[in-house]
């Protein structure tokens, strides 16, 4: 009741959404359940094109969120959300389990850290495992010495959930535009007109929520040009068929707190297929998901970022890591094999796709953790909306609007 008395304040608006990805859908939704008028402008020819639709669907539980931060608190509110949607719409939604995994006595601090911050971030059910043979009960592939295990890890099909909300924008009378790229934007009387590749459009306010475009827009209406996004590509093998059952749920590795990814883990997704990854190359294009995919405006504008030195100065050996691990199949292996050791290099099938992340970065050359929003006037940017950006969408979407839309736009 509270969260629709503070939308209805925005009844009579006109709101643009730049982005067709599931938490500028999300916001849609939100909005135009209220009556607000809302246009979404997508650039691509379907929604979830990008982030969105290029990763591996796993609902997170706030395991590894600093206690406090608003991953850790969205995190938590938006996973309950996801499956009370997927519930109402029918949509797949499977708790097949996470075991974060240290594989020997080195790892056992970090694990303990994650425990700690998964019990202080309310991880339902979560229980530490200390023997093999327990580890095996849920694995019995895996290896290692102790794990966390947090069993209502879940997975979905993100890019289904966002249609289905696209449908619910439809439904409550507002547009969703594909084939519709934002070029420029000017304020004109407390107002924002949008240029687009399809022509303008006038809003009361906009709400940019555009990944890996998220500093251009940001450059457009003279925000802070920091954080940049610097886009890490993500590569993926899939298990063969045939040894699929290798890995029953999620098998994941203690990650390395001075990294904002995850490491190399196995996944079985919601349709049954497992893959594996993904690893976090630095891509050559903002949407680069080959190594192919070069942009060089992009490429020099990531070098030439004052950050550039700082970031390759504190992480270059492990960027020298990942990349090797890319270009050389049995290096890529190996990592894996480390949590898997039945597992085989005839079983990473095929490299089943890639994702593309919208990491934002710092002039410093820090590399932002949480999620950050900015504010020009009547335009609300998304400057940081990394995992579990999908999982929190519908909790990004309703705090944006209370912390951000409950002020008069001009």
């Known amino acids: 009741m509270e969260q629709h008395s503070r939308l209805r304040r925005h009844m009579s608006e006109q709101i643009g959404i730049i982005g067709g990805g599931i938490v500028g859908v999300a916001l849609a939704r939100e909005l135009s359940a209220s009556g607000a008028e809302v246009t979404v402008l997508e650039k691509e ?14 609902v997170h539980a706030g395991l ?11 995190c938590a509110k938006g996973r309950v ?13 499977r708790e097949v389990g996470k075991l974060v995994v240290a594989v020997d006595e080195s790892e056992l601090g970090a694990l303990a850290e994650i425990e700690r911050r998964s019990r202080e971030n309310g991880v339902p059910n979560l229980a530490r495992i200390d023997e093999v043979a327990k580890l095996r009960e849920i694995e019995p592939h895996v290896a290692g010495v102790a794990a966390v295990h947090s069993p209502h890890t879940a997975v979905v099909d993100y890019a289904s ?31 924002v007109r949008v240029i687009t590749t399809a022509g303008e459009y006038l809003f009361d306010r906009v709400i940019a929520a555009a990944g890996l475009q998220s500093d251009v827009v940001a450059k457009m209406v003279g925000a802070d040009p920091s954080p940049k996004i610097l886009p890490f590509r993500g590569e993926y093998w899939e298990l063969r068929h045939d040894r699929t059952d290798l ?7 203690v990650p390395d707190p001075r990294f904002p990814f995850l490491g190399v883990h196995f996944t079985r997704g919601v349709y049954d297929n497992v893959h594996v ?44 890591d990942e990349i090797s691990g890319s270009l050389i199949k049995p290096l890529y292996f190996r990592k894996a094999q480390r949590f898997v050791p039945d597992l085989r290099l005839s079983d990473l099938d095929v490299k089943s796709g ?26 609300t940017i998304l400057r940081n909306a990394p995992s579990p950006a ?15 839309l409950t002020v008069p736009a001009s």
Not at 45 to 58: D, I
Not at 247 to 253: Q, R, T
Request: with cysteine; hydrophobic share 40%.
């Open 45 to 58: 020819a379907r929604l979830s094109e990008h982030q969105t639709g290029h990763n591996s669907g796993v």
């Open 64 to 74: 590894y969120y600093a206690p406090g931060s608003l991953k850790a608190t969205l």
């Open 81 to 93: 959300q996801i499956r009370e949607f997927c519930e109402e719409k029918g949509l797949p939604y």
């Open 161 to 191: 959930i966002t249609d289905a909300m696209g449908q619910d924008v439809r439904a409550a009378g507002g547009r969703v535009l594909l084939h519709t790229e934002v070029t420029a934007m000017r304020m004109e009387n407390g107002r």
């Open 247 to 253: 890995v029953s749920g999620m098998i994941y590795p």
């Open 277 to 320: 990854g993904p690893n976090a190359v630095p891509a050559l294009a903002r949407e680069g998901y080959r190594w192919l995919r070069m942009s060089p405006k992009d490429t020099w504008d990531s070098l030439t970022w004052p950050g550039a030195w700082p970031l390759a100065k504190q992480h270059w050996r492990m960027g020298v």
């Open 354 to 379: 890639a994702g593309v992340r919208a990491q934002a970065w710092g002039k410093d050359g820090a590399l932002l953790d949480d999620f950050a929003v900015d504010q020009v006037g009547p335009v």
């Open 390 to 404: 999908a999982t929190s969408s519908i909790a990004i979407a309703q705090y944006v609007i209370e912390h951000y």
